[in-house]
């Protein structure tokens, strides 16, 4: 009986263990096999300058203009998405803190809404286009991803403030503090490291996010410098370049590639940094 | 010619006032009922806290003695299911249903909870944040009465080298003092205790329950505990519950010798 039950704990560990580093191993796989492919394109010229003729055909340039639109487009959605996230996840857990059935209502439409495919906001944000009479633009595009990455925010924030303590919710309170205060004082201070992921999270999905954009920030080999002007995306620069079959060509969308995996790195250990410094005080 | 004129009072009425406020309790309840769906939690409660006393709660678990305490906070709002009738009387406002803002009723009394809940902030901020509610914007006077606070509850002297440093880096026993201090800045007349001590060690029970004794002179304090002996050196006022409903009520002398009731003397055979 003893034999069996150790050998039992062993096999479950294994297979545990195995399970955790693989996924590790295959995400350092994904990140050399990019890297090695795209090492020979990548050079200065990549990140500091926009297509040149022939550009396509593996003349000279690099893929700035998709760098700034998709910075600019993943900047402004995760503005706007803060502003509609932050305030609805507080409201979820602090003013309908009596109403639990609202509360797993509007949880699961936003959950609903995280599970909608992009393309189908790419669509939606096209229809608005259409609507408004307006051209594939930054703004298009901002918007739409604003749309698609605001459920991933309130969620997410909402997940951790809803584990925040029942008792310092009521201690807030019981101080006097109303419902407002105890939101933006205590329980945003308290959940600030979700509130970190979340924008985070948010980012990620909205630079990284290829179907959004596709109808609705349209392509352009110039850097916007106005809303109403198309944008680039890293992701439809690697989705372009990578149908080439000129093999430069390719290369470079590893390149782009490399270019997008290192700017979602360098935020998530960013915001890794300023969510432990910011929750130093938080009760745990 | 615009200023209020000011109210001129008889010698009798001033006299019947301040003995008012000295005698007279400071919270009545009556008939106070709380259901949750089917279940009555509290069963028509009365009773008076006398001004400037410990009143102990005292009743086995379950008996709706944080119940009680939450609904004089107000409290239960934060649960839907509760359903509250009756009445709470501070001074002469009902506050069950009263036009008063909620928080500054909740703003009459200091809540101290089961175990600490330091706000997610620097040991001065947690004591300045009551005062921030207050409208005290002065940054001299709100030093000095986080000083005086802090000294209050004996814990200037722990931490005046790292007033900034974070809440959760004090001992329990210290973070509930904090708490305690933090109540105290809003300038409550009642202090709601609900287990206090139960989180702590017995050093740290020990200062609470004699910062208890003096606090008491300023102070109304409303005290629900499990410690029989806390409860027999602190009472100046016992309740007893069970249930739901009160029991027994009385000075603590009389009720700990001889208990009326058959479900009194049990608790206090076995303690529960």
Redo the contacts between chains.
């Keep these: 009986m003893r034999r069996i039950k150790i050998l039992e704990e062993k096999f479950f560990v294994y297979i545990s263990a195995f399970m955790a580093y693989s996924l590790i191993a295959v995400l350092a796989f994904i990140i050399l096999v990019v890297f090695v492919k795209g090492f020979n394109a990548l050079n200065l010229d990549m990140i500091l300058k926009t297509p040149r003729g022939g550009y396509y055909y593996g003349g000279e340039g690099g893929v700035l203009n998709a760098i700034m639109g998709s910075v600019y487009i993943a900047f402004g959605a995760t503005i706007i998405a803060i502003f509609i996230g932050m305030p609805a996840a507080l409201y979820i857990n602090v003013q309908l803190?009596?109403?639990?059935r609202t509360q797993n209502t509007i949880r699961y439409f936003l959950d609903a809404l995280w599970g909608i495919p992009s393309i189908v906001y790419c669509a939606f944000g096209f229809a608005l286009i259409l609507f408004f009479g307006m051209n594939a633009s930054l703004l298009a595009g901002i918007i739409t991803v604003a749309l698609l990455i605001s459920p991933i925010m309130v969620r997410t924030f909402d997940e951790v403030l809803s584990t925040i303590?029942?008792?310092?919710?009521?201690?807030?309170?019981?101080?006097?503090?109303?419902r407002t205060?105890t939101a933006f004082?205590?329980m945003f201070?308290?959940g600030?490291s979700g509130f970190i992921t979340a924008v985070l999270l948010s980012f990620g999905r909205g630079i990284g996010d290829a179907a959004s954009v596709l109808f609705t920030a349209g392509y352009t080999d110039n850097v916007p410098v106005n809303l109403d002007e198309p944008a680039a995306t890293l992701p439809l620069a690697i989705f372009f370049q990578l149908g080439s079959p000129i093999p430069e060509v390719r290369e470079r969308a590893f390149a782009s590639a490399v270019i997008l995996t290192v700017i979602i790195l360098a935020l998530s250990l960013g915001a890794r940094y300023l969510s432990k410094r910011y929750?130093?005080?938080?009760?745990? | 010619m615009f200023l209020p004129e000011p109210e001129i009072m008889s010698d009798k009425e001033v006299i019947s006032m301040s003995v008012e406020k000295s005698v007279l309790p400071v919270l009545r309840v009556r008939n106070l009922n709380v259901y949750a769906g089917n279940h009555h939690i509290l069963d028509d409660v009365n009773l008076d806290i006398p001004r400037n006393k410990i009143t102990v709660l005292l009743g086995p678990s379950g008996c709706g003695k944080t119940t009680l305490l939450k609904c004089i906070n107000k409290l239960t709002d934060l649960y839907k299911e509760l359903k509250v009738t009756g009445n709470i009387l501070i001074e002469h406002d009902d506050i069950l249903n009263t036009t008063t803002n909620i928080p500054s009723i909740r703003q009459k009394m200091g809540l101290l909870s089961q175990r600490p809940y330091p706000l997610p902030v620097s040991i001065y901020k947690n004591v300045a944040y009551g005062l921030k509610l207050k409208g005290v914007r002065d940054k001299k006077l709100v030093e000095f009465s986080v000083e005086k606070h802090l000294r209050e509850v004996g814990l200037w002297e722990e931490v005046k080298n790292r007033l900034h440093a974070p809440a959760t880096s004090l001992s329990i026993g210290q973070q509930q003092r904090l708490c305690l201090a933090r109540g105290l800045a809003v300038k409550p007349s009642i202090i709601l205790a609900d287990e206090p001590t139960s989180a702590l060690d017995p050093i740290s029970s020990k200062i609470i329950e004699n910062l208890f004794k003096d606090l008491k002179r300023h102070y109304t304090i409303i005290l629900v505990t499990h410690v029989l002996r806390q409860a027999m050196r602190l009472a100046d006022h016992v309740i007893f519950m069970n249930d739901g409903k009160i029991i027994e009520q009385g000075q603590p002398e009389e009720l700990f010798k001889n208990p009326k009731t058959e479900e009194m003397r049990a608790y206090l055979v076995d303690g529960n």
Excluded: D, I, W
């Design positions: 803190v009596r109403y639990r303590p029942k008792g310092l919710h009521e201690a807030s309170l019981a101080m006097g503090s109303t205060e004082r205590v201070k308290q600030f929750s130093r005080t938080n009760l745990k």
